[in-house]
Nanobody
Framework: QVQLVESGGGLVRAGGSLRLSCAIS????????MGWFRQAPGKEREFVAR????????AYEESVKGRFTISRDNSKHTLYLQMNSLIPEDTAVYYC????????????WGQGTQVTVSS
């Protein structure tokens, strides 16, 4: 069984940066696609970024392209999301997950970390 714990969220001003980390425990995750979703108040959870098992293939939601970078270090059991040029619309709870379907269902998930971007 895989367990995930996110960290690195917080309050930042627009234009600032944050780096989210997702500590992974358990076995099997290194073979799985992993990624980040987010959920803003009153909205459905949405895809942010995903990365394949080796880290060679990534995909991003259109609004974060060029600003966010997803990466993983399987040897350190950690998934990352570097977020630059943050805007208020990025405010949400960010969840890391693994082995999920393209719509974000299934798989395994962390408890989330709050990111708040002030204008």
């Amino acid at each position: 069984q895989v367990q995930l714990v996110e960290s690195g969220g917080g309050l930042v001003r627009a234009g600032g940066s944050l780096r989210l980390s997702c500590a992974i425990s358990g076995r099997g995750f290194s073979h799985h696609v992993m990624g980040w979703f987010r959920q803003a108040p009153g909205k459905e959870r949405e895809f942010v970024a995903r990365i394949n098992y080796s880290g060679s293939i990534t995909a991003y939601e259109e609004s974060v392209k060029g600003r966010f970078t997803i990466s993983r270090d399987n040897s350190k059991h950690t998934l990352y999301l570097q977020m630059n040029s943050l805007i208020p619309e990025d405010t949400a709870v960010y969840y890391c997950g693994g082995d999920f379907r393209p719509n974000g269902s299934g798989g395994y998930w962390g408890q989330g970390t709050q990111v708040t971007v002030s204008s």
